[in-house]
């Protein structure tokens, strides 16, 4: 999909608050904790070693979605029309195997999810970077045209194991899978204060199958 990447999106004092809202949420349903999947956000996932806590209301939070809100041209803001801003902490090693925001529900029976049939899902995605990262953690995007073969995954997966972070991954995990799309494919590294917006639907309403994405693994 187009993908926009948005420089000082956020300040260190924002980045500061915001770490220190993750590591001292004291509600059990926000507190840091293993991430989960599904349009409930109940389900343990082998694919997402990465941790999540939630700030919803704080003065930072807020203000950060409204930003969101304005990046995208849609005004007034409804917090209704928000989630909630999930906090994840990736440690070495952590990843998200490659996946799509927009919700595929048809099971639901408090919400429509499909937009094409009067209901409504995630159309667009706005990450906030809160941290440098040496090696690793990037975010990147399999399927964009254009971007690294299936030789070229595989020579950067050959490079994985005979370099130094070749006993992080069992071999043939999707883990390092990841790593040798994340070094073949297309992928943005994290600068702390940096965003990047990027759209999960095509104008009819379907899911843009370009838009899966991964968390790449951190390495270093």
């Given at each position: 999909p187009p993908i926009f990447k948005v420089s000082n999106f956020l300040d260190k004092g924002d980045i500061d608050f915001l770490k220190w809202s993750a590591l001292n949420q004291k509600d059990a349903r926000?507190?840091?904790?293993?991430?989960?999947?599904?349009?409930?956000?109940?389900?343990?996932?082998?694919?997402?070693?990465?941790?999540?806590?939630?700030?919803?209301?704080?003065?930072?939070?807020?203000?950060?979605?409204?930003?969101?809100?304005d990046l995208l041209g849609m005004q007034p803001y409804e917090e209704k029309m928000a989630?909630?801003?999930?906090?994840?902490?990736?440690?070495?090693?952590?990843?998200?195997?490659?996946?799509?925001?927009?919700?595929?529900?048809?099971?639901?029976?408090?919400?429509?999810?499909?937009?094409?049939?009067?209901?409504?899902?995630?159309?667009?995605?706005?990450?906030l970077y809160l941290s440098d990262v040496e090696q690793?953690?990037?975010?990147?995007?399999?399927?964009?045209?254009?971007?690294?073969?299936?030789?070229e995954v595989s020579t950067e997966i050959s490079r994985l194991r005979e370099g130094p972070y070749a006993g992080y991954f069992r071999k043939n995990s999707w883990q390092e899978k990841l790593v040798g799309e994340c070094n073949s494919k297309l992928s943005i590294k994290p600068k702390a204060g940096e965003a990047i917006l990027f759209y999960n639907q095509l104008p009819d309403g379907s899911r843009d199958e370009n838009s899966i994405h991964g968390a790449c693994p951190v390495l270093k």
């Open positions: 926000r507190r840091l904790k293993r991430s989960t999947t599904g349009s409930k956000s109940v389900e343990v996932s082998s694919t997402r070693t990465s941790e999540t806590a939630f700030d919803t209301h704080s003065k930072v939070a807020l203000k950060l979605k409204r930003r969101c809100f989630d909630g801003l999930q906090l994840l902490r990736y440690n070495v090693s952590a990843a998200y195997n490659s996946h799509y925001d927009f919700i595929e529900s048809t099971t639901d029976a408090n919400f429509n999810w499909q937009p094409r049939e009067g209901g409504s899902n995630r159309f667009a995605t706005v990450l690793g953690g990037e975010t990147v995007f399999p399927k964009a045209p254009g971007y690294g073969s299936a030789e």
